[in-house]
């Protein structure tokens, strides 16, 4: 049985920082691109950030470009978001997801999925 468990979330002021990790079980890591998408209350999930395979190609929104980095240990199958200068539009679910083989914007694309974790940034 496949499990992504997200963890790292919480509470941080405009300006702070906070690294999310995602812990991947139950399936072939490396073999898996994985990213982080979003869901702000009221809004649609939206993608956040990317990684390939080997971790040698990232891609990020245009929102979080320079501030958010997307990296993966695939010895300890973990992904992770560190993100910085946080300001209160961050605030959102933050999920990971994983793609057999390559990465992708749409979400429909991707295979499995954590069940979030909470970043709350206030102003």
């Known amino acids: 049985q496949v499990q992504l468990v997200e963890s790292g979330g919480g509470l941080v002021q405009a300006g702070g920082s906070l690294r999310l990790s995602c812990a991947a079980r139950?399936?072939?890591?490396?073999?898996?691109?994985m990213a982080w998408f979003r869901q702000a209350p009221g809004k649609e999930r939206e993608f956040v950030a990317a990684?390939?395979?080997?971790?040698?190609?990232?891609d990020y929104a245009d929102s979080v470009k320079g501030r958010f980095t997307v990296s993966r240990d695939n010895a300890k199958n973990t992904v992770y978001l560190q993100m910085n200068s946080l300001n209160p539009e961050n605030t959102a679910v933050y999920y990971c997801?994983?793609?057999?083989?390559?990465?992708?914007?749409?979400?429909?694309?991707?295979?499995?999925w954590g069940q979030g974790t909470q970043v709350t940034v206030s102003s």
């Open positions: 997801a994983a793609r057999r083989y390559s990465t992708s914007y749409n979400q429909d694309r991707y295979d499995y």
């Open positions: 139950g399936l072939s890591f490396s073999n898996y691109a």
């Open positions: 990684i390939s395979r080997s971790g040698s190609n990232t």
